[in-house]
């Protein structure tokens, strides 16, 4: 009996993750008027230098085991600041695209589509990564490789260009931003 009420509050659990990721919940009104001033700046390459296993090898090999783990942690620390950015970029830019997946160009909302799906799916990347990030920070030397987040963020910044070019073709991504 405990295992069924322990397995059923796990499902409730899921449920209420995935609605949270794919409504984007964190976002309010007025964030949605000006997007690009709420937006956060996320340096992929540096987030793909700290989560990268040959760089932290490096470190290990180059470093004490106390120093290691210091300076891992802060890695660590930074990684999952620039995923939580990445993934509250995504929310605002989940409720940006879904305006344009009800426009009457075709191709516009075809770009609308293909940047909600990628956004829901950074989403989904960023709440199983953070975790994962957080654990490499307790036990140092977990291998971690959340670098999907880096792909995924790199395909939604294509797709915000496209949809930007798509709806505002004399005026470019910033009149979308």
């Not at 490096?58 to 990445?86: D, G, H, K």
């Not at 075709?106 to 709440?127: C, F, G, H, Q, W």
């Not at 971690?144 to 496209?162: C, F, G, K, N, W």
Request: aromatic share 6%; proline share 5%.
């Amino acid at each position: 009996m405990t295992t069924t009420i322990i397995l059923v509050l796990i499902s409730l659990l899921a449920l209420v993750c995935l609605l949270w990721l794919a409504k984007g919940r964190t976002v309010s009104a007025n964030i949605l008027q000006n997007p690009g001033e709420h937006m956060r700046a996320v340096d992929v390459e540096a987030f793909r230098n700290l989560v990268d296993p040959e760089e932290e090898e490096f470190l290990r090999t180059n470093l004490s085991p106390p120093e290691f783990r210091r300076i891992q942690r802060e890695r660590l620390r930074a990684a999952v600041e620039y995923v939580s950015c990445a993934a509250q970029n995504a929310a605002i830019l989940l409720r940006v695209a879904d305006a344009g997946r009800h426009s009457s160009d075709p191709a516009t909302a075809e770009a609308a589509e293909k940047l909600v799906d990628n956004a829901i799916r950074l989403r989904l990347y960023a709440s199983l990564a953070i975790p994962r990030l957080y654990l490499g920070m307790i036990l140092p030397g977990t291998h971690i490789s959340p670098i999907r987040i880096a792909e995924s963020y790199e395909q939604i910044t294509r797709l915000v260009v496209l949809l930007g070019c798509l709806q505002y073709p004399t005026q470019g991504i910033s009149a979308a931003l």
